[in-house]
């Protein structure tokens, strides 16, 4: 599972602050649901804004048949 998270360009440069965020939602995120995601970080606005009805899950997995 890939989680991205938008961050704020405040800590665009912060390489150490940006390693600390990412093992921190791991961490919750884990200790929430019982997986360990990969957290990809995103500048702002990157993410798609959606009207209406959030889209909070997209399925990108392959179909093997």
Do not use: C, F, S, W
């Amino acid at each position: 599972m890939t989680v991205e998270v938008e961050v704020d360009d405040l800590y665009a440069n912060d390489n150490l602050h940006l390693q600390q965020l990412t093992k921190e939602i791991i961490r919750q995120l884990k200790d929430e649901i019982l997986l360990t995601p990969i957290v990809k970080l995103v500048a702002r606005g990157t993410l798609p804004q959606t009207e209406g009805k959030a889209v909070r899950v997209n399925d990108l997995r392959k179909v093997y048949n």
